[in-house]
């Protein structure tokens, strides 16, 4: 389930970063390592829980992915309906039985962290847990009555559908890590989002959890898999911002923070020789939304004349620095369906000016536009916990009261802005939103479904409805690339917000880390391949 998200370490183009930091070192000679087989993260905030069904927060996405395990994963920047770009991972090979089933074969011998065998009863088991209305894990809106999984024997798993779609294998393996039945049967799921009992976290991925010290640290442990992780130890530090988590490593206490958010802050990485700064494209998009309700943003001639007096990719460069760029429409870098050739609206101040005077507004005394008595006037509301989102809402007010238009900010407490946005009392918002490889989750956002769920503005057309549809029933990539095309373009004629950036993310890094691969969508899924070189602290 894709949600809107406080901008902070979201999870990055299309294909993974491979960086050599060992090569980055030189050949200075470095001081004995004190602390080769340990990698320290700095992380922003930390996890209520570990038990994958009971997981929100992105840092305990990041560490329960190393305790537990999806039958497959799909290779970054490939789409969810190309059957050949899925990766074993707890599942060794898999095949389609009919139309409306897969079947999946364990790895041989299996067994949980405490020894346990791990058996295709385990995986039945969890997907009834993530499809539990008790739980209401984010991905029960997809499985609940639609996929459902059964124990052909013990080393065989038969995934089951409730109709025919092109991303079927997708969703038998992204939503779902596999969670033990031994530990979980017996206790009732109300209990499990609040039991944290280090003896019930017990997992089938590399690592292990050796220590938890809450709001300080916890550090996983080499689970005793082959192969052997290259790390052996990884501890995360936990810190209530941004700022804290980068003190960390600029005072060489932490190894890796995930995301640096602005370019200032990778400066101050940058100038320390034993620190490197990585650039990988992010999974989030930024834009504004205007209330199709509200006012002169109900107007679609309006609103296409304020996106085109905004050079979003000015926007972006200067808020996240070179790389990041302005998406052709609700997609990030990473997102597999990405294409430059969307139809857009022109960055052109001149014809905006011209389109609001076609349109009846014609500029007061004060600069301000008018139609009769009504002013060109609206607020933009932004959550007082983003900076970035703050400094992006100066930027646009600044740009849009040179054609005319009055603009206020508004800035409110995330969950203040979060219910306003669900009631609809705002005129315009600033969101970012976190992608997932299928784009089928923008139906919350920009179709007339989506309208009671993320699609706050209310915008509806059965045009773009019809094209949605179409784009993502098609199976074949490259026709399905052409239909989300044609989907788009018809979005971004109406103009029901202004897409504004598609970030790169930069990571902070110990130049002692050997070549890496960053993937937004889960960063360090590799890190079970990743090694520490000679060198440290």
């Known amino acids: 389930m894709i949600r809107i998200q406080d901008f902070r370490s979201v999870v990055p183009g299309r294909i993974p970063l491979l960086i050599g930091l060992a090569l980055l070192a030189g050949c200075r000679p470095t001081p004995p390592c004190t602390r080769c087989d340990t990698l320290v993260i700095a992380a922003v905030g930390e996890p209520s829980s570990l038990l994958p069904p009971a997981v929100f927060e992105t840092v305990g996405r990041d560490i329960s992915d190393q305790l537990f395990e999806r039958l497959a994963e799909l290779e970054p920047g490939r789409s969810p309906s190309d059957t050949a770009a899925y990766r074993p991972r707890l599942a060794v090979r898999w095949e389609r039985v009919d139309s409306l089933t897969w079947r999946f074969h364990l790895r041989p011998g299996a067994r949980w962290s405490d020894g346990q065998p791990l058996t295709a009863s385990d995986v039945a088991f969890s997907f009834?847990?993530?499809?539990?209305?008790?739980?209401?894990?984010?991905?029960?809106?997809?499985?609940?009555?639609?996929?459902?999984?059964?124990?052909?024997?013990?080393?065989?798993?038969?995934?089951?559908?409730?109709?025919?779609?092109?991303?079927?294998?997708?969703?038998?393996?992204?939503?779902?890590?596999?969670?033990?039945?031994?530990?979980?049967?017996?206790?009732?799921?109300?209990q499990w989002p609040a039991d944290t009992a280090q003896a019930h976290l017990v997992g089938s991925g590399p690592y292990r959890l050796a220590r938890w010290e809450r709001g300080q640290s916890l550090e996983l442990v080499a689970a005793g898999s082959a192969p052997a992780?290259?790390?052996?130890?990884?501890?995360?530090?936990?810190?209530?911002?941004?700022?804290?988590?980068?003190?960390?490593?600029?005072?060489?206490?932490?190894?890796?923070?995930?995301?640096?958010?602005?370019?200032?802050?990778?400066?101050r990485v940058a100038a320390d020789s034993a620190l490197a700064v990585l650039v990988y494209p992010s999974a989030v998009y930024g834009y504004v939304g205007y209330n199709l309700k509200s006012g002169p943003l109900g107007v679609p001639a309006i609103r296409r004349a304020l996106n085109m007096a905004?050079?979003?990719?000015?926007?972006?460069?200067?808020?996240?620095?070179?790389?990041?760029?302005?998406?052709?429409?609700?997609?990030?870098?990473?997102?597999?369906?990405?294409?430059?050739?969307?139809?857009v609206l022109p960055v052109d101040s001149a014809a905006a000016a011209a389109a609001l005077d076609a349109a009846g507004w014609h500029p007061g005394s004060d600069g301000v536009r008018r139609l009769a008595r009504k002013r060109l006037a609206f607020d933009l509301l932004v959550p007082g916990t983003s900076a970035v989102r703050r400094r992006a809402a100066e930027i646009l007010q600044e740009r849009w009261r040179a054609i005319g238009a009055a603009v206020t900010v508004t800035a409110v407490d995330f969950p203040v802005f979060q219910e306003r946005l669900?009631?609809?009392?705002?005129?315009?918002?600033?969101?970012?939103?976190?992608?997932?490889?299928?784009?089928?989750?923008?139906?919350?956002?920009?179709?007339?479904?989506?309208?009671?769920?993320?699609?706050?503005?209310?915008?509806?057309?059965?045009?773009?409805?019809?094209?949605?549809?179409?784009?993502?029933?098609?199976?074949?990539?490259?026709?399905?690339?052409?239909?989300?095309?044609?989907?788009?373009?018809?979005?971004?004629?109406?103009?029901?917000?202004?897409?504004?950036?598609?970030?790169?993310?930069?990571?902070?890094?110990?130049?002692?880390?050997?070549?890496?691969?960053?993937?937004?969508?889960?960063?360090?899924?590799?890190?079970?391949?990743?090694?520490?070189?000679?060198?440290?602290?």
């Open 128 to 190: 009834g847990a993530f499809a539990d209305s008790v739980l209401d894990s984010p991905a029960r809106p997809v499985l609940a009555g639609h996929v459902t999984a059964s124990a052909a024997d013990s080393a065989t798993v038969l995934v089951r559908f409730d109709r025919s779609y092109a991303e079927q294998l997708y969703d038998a393996t992204w939503h779902v890590r596999v969670i033990p039945e031994h530990i979980w049967r017996e206790i009732p799921a109300a």
């Open 229 to 267: 992780p290259g790390i052996a130890h990884v501890i995360w530090r936990f810190s209530a911002d941004p700022e804290a988590a980068l003190d960390l490593v600029l005072a060489h206490e932490a190894d890796l923070l995930e995301t640096l958010t602005t370019p200032e802050r990778a400066a």
């Open 310 to 343: 905004v050079d979003r990719t000015a926007i972006a460069t200067q808020l996240f620095g070179p790389g990041s760029k302005a998406p052709p429409g609700p997609i990030s870098q990473l997102l597999w369906l990405w294409d430059d050739s969307v139809r």
């Open 422 to 537: 669900a009631r609809g009392r705002f005129d315009s918002y600033v969101a970012t939103y976190l992608d997932e490889p299928s784009p089928r989750g923008l139906a919350d956002q920009w179709t007339t479904a989506g309208i009671g769920a993320l699609n706050f503005g209310h915008y509806s057309n059965p045009a773009f409805d019809r094209a949605f549809a179409t784009a993502a029933a098609e199976s074949d990539p490259a026709r399905a690339r052409t239909e989300w095309r044609a989907a788009f373009d018809t979005l971004n004629a109406d103009a029901p917000a202004l897409f504004l950036f598609a970030p790169v993310n930069r990571a902070a890094a110990t130049r002692r880390l050997g070549p890496v691969t960053l993937n937004a969508y889960s960063w360090l899924s590799d890190l079970p391949s990743w090694h520490l070189t000679g060198g440290g602290r």
